[in-house]
């Protein structure tokens, strides 16, 4: 049996906190430590239990996440929480394990392009890191699990459209090389809802029992709809980041990731348990807000709160 589905249960959807990763990794200015050890503390009394926490980077490049040691370190006094962390190259794959995080998260990019303007390799170097991920990870003590993240899985801001066909390869190759699983990533926000809802089909069937992840962006509106497309073709973990933070690099004008607290309301009215408490998520923003003043803060719960109304289907 697949060492990930313990951690992500099969029988529940799971959703994967990323604002402490891919919400800060562009952002003019980023919490303190301890603000980012209350986000993580308040998210989990809320009920969130998946975290990525930062990437292991050197602090010159990548200030923001030079304390990632200290936020997996507190992760593993909480209860239940799964900590996540990127390791982009060999040096942050020992870093990784030497610090222990439960889930190592490594990069392939859908296309040469970006393969080589993101990361300075190619797709094979990048795989090759990976079976070497997952090699070191289970020699190692803690044995955290793999995970894939394949870039730009619906279209790429450099070259265009990118074929299903191409993911796929890519995923078979990762899941081959060790990976216990893998996540289809729309780093852009190119895609859209039938597109999304394929792309889960196809890549569900190839993973059989392994989890697979969809990570989404809101760049064009659609984020959202495509992650309700997704838990109706059978995806079960989704990744959001609180207040919509996030961006990249390579793509201009981005509103970042799907807000997280929109993403626990869409999946309690679409009948999927959660078990987070979106008062008490939606109040943790309070930390982004005060930490970032000049960071623009996304969500329509926030916004407008909940319904007072009765669930539809009682």
Same mark, same amino acid.
């Given at each position: 049996?697949?060492?990930?589905?313990?951690?992500?249960?099969?029988?529940?959807?799971?959703?994967?906190?990323? &604002?402490?990763?891919?919400? $800060?990794?562009?952002?003019?200015?980023?919490?303190?430590?301890?603000?980012?050890?209350?986000?993580?503390?308040?998210?989990h %009394?809320? *009920?969130?239990?998946? !975290?990525?926490l930062? @990437? !292991?980077?050197?602090?010159? =490049?990548?200030?923001? !996440?030079?304390?990632?040691?200290?936020?997996?370190?507190? /992760?593993?006094? +909480?209860?239940?929480?799964? @900590? %996540?962390?990127?390791?982009?190259?060999?040096?942050? #794959?020992?870093?990784? #394990?030497?610090?222990?995080?439960?889930?190592?998260?490594?990069?392939?990019?859908?296309?040469?392009?970006?393969?080589?303007?993101?990361m300075? =390799?190619?797709?094979?170097?990048?795989?090759?890191?990976?079976?070497? %991920?997952?090699? $070191?990870?289970?020699?190692?003590?803690?044995?955290?699990?793999?995970?894939?993240?394949?870039?730009?899985?619906?279209?790429? @801001?450099?070259?265009?459209?990118?074929?299903?066909?191409e993911?796929?390869?890519?995923?078979e /190759?990762? $899941?081959?090389a *060790?990976?216990?699983?893998? @996540?289809?990533?729309?780093?852009?926000?190119?895609?859209?809802?039938?597109?999304? %809802?394929?792309?889960?089909?196809?890549?569900?069937?190839?993973? *059989?029992?392994?989890?697979?992840?969809?990570? +989404?962006?809101d760049?064009?509106?659609?984020?959202?709809?495509?992650?309700?497309?997704?838990?109706?073709?059978?995806?079960?973990? #989704?990744?959001?980041?609180?207040?919509?933070?996030? &961006?990249?690099?390579?793509?201009?004008?981005?509103? *970042?990731?799907?807000? !997280?607290?929109? $993403?626990?309301? +869409?999946?309690?009215?679409?009948?999927?348990?959660?078990?987070?408490? +979106?008062? =008490?998520?939606?109040?943790?923003?309070?930390?982004?807000?005060?930490?970032?003043?000049?960071?623009p803060?996304?969500?329509?719960?926030? =916004?407008? &709160?909940?319904?007072?109304?009765?669930?539809?289907?009682?």
């Amino acid at each position: 049996m697949n060492r990930a589905r313990d951690i992500y249960p099969p029988d529940r959807v799971s959703l994967r906190e990323v &604002g402490l990763r891919d919400g $800060l990794q562009m952002v003019r200015r980023f919490p303190a430590t301890a603000a980012k050890v209350e986000w993580l503390r308040r998210e989990h %009394a809320a *009920g969130v239990r998946h !975290f990525e926490l930062g @990437s !292991f980077l050197p602090a010159n =490049r990548m200030p923001q !996440f030079a304390d990632i040691r200290e936020l997996i370190a507190e /992760a593993a006094r +909480l209860p239940g929480a799964h @900590s %996540a962390a990127l390791a982009l190259n060999e040096r942050g #794959l020992r870093d990784a #394990l030497e610090t222990g995080p439960g889930e190592i998260v490594c990069v392939v990019s859908a296309t040469e392009a970006h393969s080589q303007a993101n990361m300075r =390799r190619t797709r094979a170097a990048a795989i090759e890191l990976v079976a070497r %991920a997952a090699e $070191l990870a289970g020699e190692s003590a803690r044995r955290p699990i793999v995970n894939v993240g394949i870039a730009m899985a619906f279209g790429c @801001s450099i070259t265009g459209a990118v074929a299903p066909a191409e993911v796929l390869r890519l995923a078979e /190759a990762c $899941l081959k090389a *060790g990976a216990d699983m893998v @996540s289809v990533a729309d780093t852009v926000g190119y895609g859209a809802p039938a597109q999304v %809802a394929a792309m889960c089909r196809e890549i569900g069937a190839l993973c *059989g029992d392994a989890p697979f992840v969809v990570h +989404l962006h809101d760049t064009r509106g659609l984020g959202l709809a495509n992650a309700a497309a997704a838990l109706d073709a059978g995806c079960r973990i #989704l990744d959001g980041s609180l207040c919509g933070l996030g &961006g990249c690099p390579f793509a201009p004008g981005a509103t *970042g990731n799907v807000v !997280f607290e929109d $993403l626990v309301y +869409l999946c309690e009215r679409q009948g999927f348990a959660t078990g987070i408490a +979106l008062d =008490r998520l939606v109040a943790v923003r309070e930390i982004a807000a005060a930490e970032m003043p000049d960071e623009p803060l996304h969500g329509a719960i926030a =916004r407008a &709160g909940p319904p007072s109304l009765p669930d539809w289907r009682a």
